[in-house]
Each structure stands twice: as structure tokens, then as C-alpha cells.
């Protein structure tokens, strides 16, 4: 896939980030960090997406559950995380809202922008993440 996204680097440790209509959030994050050899930091953002998955994670049962999204939304708010484990993870979380105005929210698994995402990372150094076998996720190793 090439990467139609737009970015300005602000200063030594930020950057602006423009998804582009068609452009999947997650995947494009994950790429644009690679490029910029980027492998710790944290985003949020606003913008509108056509598809989405989101997923609840159930600490119990170590299980995600998802479910998915076919119509307009706003992307409310996204929020999320930049670490390394063996690969770079994106962790990310949002809020969106459907025409009349009724959110659904959770962990961002994929999301198809149907209008832009505009999206704020804030570049760290290297955040390891290891695999924590009481919650069965991949936390930071700090």
C-alpha cells in the first residue's frame, strides 16, 4: 500500500499527521512510524471514518471481542500509544459518533478514513512493551 498521508514535523519530537480518504489509520500509523524510526510515543486525533472495528477486552477470559461498523462516523476522539515489542504495536482507542449523535467506543482495531484523520504524535524514545501472562496483553516494560 502506498502511503497517501501528509505529515509536517513540528519540532525535534512531534509531527502532524494527515490521513488521506481511503487510508487505514492503524496500518498507516504503524508505517509512518517505521519510516521515522519511531518506536515510542503517543497520538490523538479527530477526523471521520467510513469502516471500523473496535474490540473490548475481556482481562478475564485474555479474549477481545469485536464488532464492526459499515456508515459514516466522526471520530470523536482517538487516543493511543507507540511501543515495541518484537514488532512495533499501535495501541489505539477512540470515540465515535454515528448521524444521530450515539457514540460507540473502544480498541481501535481498524479504521477507513471517509473524510481525513488529523492526528498529533508526540515522538519518545523506544517504549519496550512485554507480554504480562496475568492480563494476557502487551504492556510497557518500565
Known sequence: ?????????QKDNTYVIRIERGEEIVNSLTKFCKSNKIGGGFFFGVGAVGKLTLAHYSVGKKKYNEKKFNEPLEMASLNGSVGVE??????????????????????????????????????????????????GLKIFDL
Open 86 to 135: 518484537k514488532d512495533l504495536i499501535i495501541h489505539a482507542h477512540g470515540v465515535f459518533a454515528d448521524k444521530n449523535m450515539q457514540t460507540v467506543a473502544g480498541h481501535v482495531v481498524s479504521a477507513r478514513v471517509s473524510g481525513t484523520a488529523e492526528i498529533y504524535l508526540i515522538k519518545l524514545p523506544k517504549l519496550k512493551k512485554i507480554y504480562d501472562p496475568g492480563t
Open 1 to 9: 500500500m502506498i502511503l497517501l498521508m501528509k505529515y509536517q514535523k
